[in-house]
Structure formats: structure tokens, C-alpha cells
T-cell receptor, first 115, second 116 residues
Framework: DAGVIQSPRHEVTEMGQEVTLRCKPI?????LFWYRQTMMRGLELLIY????????DSGMPEDRFSAKMPNASFSTLKIQPSEPRDSAVYFC?????????????FGNGTRLTVT | AQSVTQLDSQVPVFEEAPVELRCNYS??????LFWYVQYPNQGLQLLLK??????LVKGINGFEAEFNKSQTSFHLRKPSVHISDTAEYFC??????????????FGKGTKLSVIP
């Protein structure tokens, strides 16, 4: 079990640039979550997928954010254009099917800095 | 909708002393409860969970938590902390939402600092 793999670990970009964060969930997990963590707001759920289908994207801050899951082993979170207030640590997590009983397995995050 | 309150944002404690990190939740339906730990520059990892059965659950690294339905609490405890326990701890509640799917809600976290 390699765990949830996120890339890159760190991303520094200039305001206005496009940023793409990547995630590979644990094999066999059918739910995938994207979270954002900041000092001010703590841990925020951005979007989650079940069986590659977006279920709830109400946490996506605005249209600049988009997420895709083209297959069971890969997801991306894209910010276009990026702004300094997007600076945060972005976590991907996955879980087994389990109707709320299954714990989340988190990746080590991508620390995004937008200057 | 459910909510989770972690009453202390920071808890300093001396090494080898006991510690309790408090968590209260509100929900009108049955819940599943979790504690996660986050070490610096890492993601959250599961410490322990309560799904059903015995209200006292044991987790990794010597931690345990007790589910108290009447108090709607799920406090985390360790009898003797170690320097390596310095981390941020998150309580989380999973409950079925009005839409019929399960919703996981995290507390704002408690930073535990173990003082040598």
C-alpha cells in the first residue's frame, strides 16, 4: 500500500498563472476528496468524488477552481488564474466504500505559494 | 447539519504527564467518530475511530478515546505523553446528511505541545 500520492510537494507560482495539482488515490478506494488547509480557515473540503463522479463541489471557492477525475487512479485540481489568496496546503484523501464508516487516508499535501 | 467543537486550540503539557484533548459534537442522528493526527509537513492520519460497540476505543501510539452519547463528547486521552506526540489533533464526525449521503465534518484542531 503506497498510500495517497500527491504531486508536486511544493509549488511556487506567480499570480495569474495556471496551477495543476495531482493525486493518485489508494487502489481500491472509490471516494476521493480535495481539502485546503490554511491557518485562518483550517481544513476545508473543496470537492469529493464517488466512483469518479463529482458529488459535492459546494466547497470550491469560485470558478477559478476546477477538479477532474478521469479514472479511478488519478485526479487533478486546477486553479486558473491563481491568486495570492490561494496560497495554502492542498490535501487529497481517499477512502474505501463504507457509507461513512471508512476513514480517510490523506496524502502529504501540496504546499502552494502564489506570489 | 452536524458540527464539531474542539474546545482547546492549544494544549501545552510536560513530558510523561497525562493529557486530554476535548471534542464535542452536535448531530441529530447516529454518528461515527474519528480522531486524526497531523505531524508537521504531513497529511492527517487516523489515530482511532468509534463505529459501534464499546464506548472506549484504543488507537495507535497509546491514545484512547471515550464516546459519551449523553454528553455528545469524544475526548482523546493519553496517560503519559512523549515528545513525539507533539502534533495537531483533529476530531471528526461522520453522519448522514439531509441529502441521504454521509458527511464528514472536522473540528478546527488542537495543537499539542509536549514540553521536555
Amino acid at each position: 500500500d503506497a498510500g495517497v500520492i500527491q504531486s508536486p510537494r511544493h509549488e511556487v507560482t506567480e499570480m495569474g498563472q495556471e496551477v495543476t495539482l495531482r493525486c493518485k488515490p489508494i487502489s481500491g478506494h472509490n471516494s476521493l476528496f480535495w481539502y485546503r488547509q490554511t491557518m485562518m480557515r483550517g481544513l476545508e473540503l473543496l470537492i469529493y468524488f464517488n466512483n469518479n463522479v463529482p458529488i459535492d463541489d459546494s466547497g470550491m471557492p469560485e470558478d477559478r477552481f476546477s477538479a477532474k477525475m478521469p479514472n479511478a487512479s488519478f485526479s487533478t485540481l486546477k486553479i486558473q488564474p491563481s491568486e495570492p489568496r490561494d496560497s495554502a496546503v492542498y490535501f487529497c484523501a481517499s477512502s474505501r466504500p463504507g457509507t461513512g464508516r471508512s476513514p480517510l487516508h490523506f496524502g502529504n499535501g501540496t504546499r502552494l505559494t502564489v506570489t | 447539519a452536524q458540527s464539531v467543537t474542539q474546545l482547546d486550540s492549544q494544549v501545552p503539557v510536560f513530558e510523561e504527564a497525562p493529557v486530554e484533548l476535548r471534542c464535542n459534537y452536535s448531530s441529530s442522528v447516529s454518528v461515527y467518530l474519528f480522531w486524526y493526527v497531523q505531524y508537521p509537513n504531513q497529511g492527517l492520519q487516523l489515530l482511532l475511530k468509534y463505529l459501534s460497540g464499546s464506548t472506549l476505543v484504543k488507537g495507535i501510539n497509546g491514545f484512547e478515546a471515550e464516546f459519551n452519547k449523553s454528553q455528545t463528547s469524544f475526548h482523546l486521552r493519553k496517560p503519559s505523553v512523549h515528545i513525539s506526540d507533539t502534533a495537531e489533533y483533529f476530531c471528526a464526525v461522520s453522519a448522514i446528511s439531509g441529502a441521504g449521503s454521509y458527511q464528514l465534518t472536522f473540528g478546527k484542531g488542537t495543537k499539542l505541545s509536549v514540553i521536555p
